[in-house]
Structure formats: structure tokens, C-alpha cells
């Protein structure tokens, strides 16, 4: 079970984002200077790229706990942004950007909530079933 919960948090922290970052909102936003989308494109990518090496490691070379570390870091890096906001000037969402929020949490932060509860988990059931790391 635990391979899956990292599947699910490779896929969602890492391609997730190419979903809905590549359109007005983000890459393609009229607003952004042009080095920014350069930023944005190598994020994507990175996160992308991440994302195919742990799924090989998972699922091809069943270095599940690798691959789960590799998950994480994809969600600790979005945590750290939202952490660093007030620092630098961050916003959860970007301004005139109607997005949902459930429970009235922004979708972004709300969504990775749930990721890296469920990459926890698989944490969790990855040591229950005592399997070498």
C-alpha cells in the first residue's frame, strides 16, 4: 500500500503542477517578466523529472524509501515557499486569480495538505511493514 500512497504524492507534487501552472495564471501570465518564466519552466521540469526518477526508483528498482524521499522533497520545497511568503512577498494566489479554496484554504496549500499527509502515511506503512531503508 505504501508504494501506492508515494505514487500518489510523486504524481500530484510533481506533475500536478504542469497541469495548472502552465497557462495565464502562471508560465504564460502576461504580468510575469520573462526570466520569471524561465524560473517557471526549470521548476516544472526539475519537479517533473523528480517525479519519473522516483517512480523508476519505486517501481522499477524498489527503492521505495528512496522514492519516497524524493516525494518529500518535492513537498517540503512547496512548504518552505509557503512558509518564506512573508519574506519575500509571496502570495498563496496570485491577484485577480479566482481559485478555490475548500474549507476556505487556498486549492495550492489545501491540495499539498493533503499530499504530504498522504506521503506520511506511506512513511508510516513503509516502517510498519519493516522493509529495509
Known sequence: MSKYLTSIALIAA???????DIGT???????????ARVHEVWRLSTNSL???LGLYLLWIKQREFLA???SSCLLIGFWISVF???????????????????LGI??????FGVVILIQILGFILLKS???SI
Request: glycine share 12%; hydrophobic share 45%.
Open 14 to 20: 510533481g506533475l500536478g503542477p504542469l497541469l495548472i
Open 25 to 35: 495564471t502562471h508560465l504564460l501570465n502576461p504580468d510575469w517578466d520573462a526570466h
Open 50 to 52: 523528480i517525479t519519473m
Open 68 to 70: 519516497a524521499l524524493l
Open 84 to 102: 518564506l511568503m512573508p519574506f519575500y512577498g509571496g502570495l498563496p494566489v496570485g491577484n485577480g486569480i479566482d481559485e478555490l479554496a475548500p
Open 106 to 111: 487556498p486549492l495550492n496549500i489545501f491540495s
Open 129 to 131: 511493514d519493516h522493509k
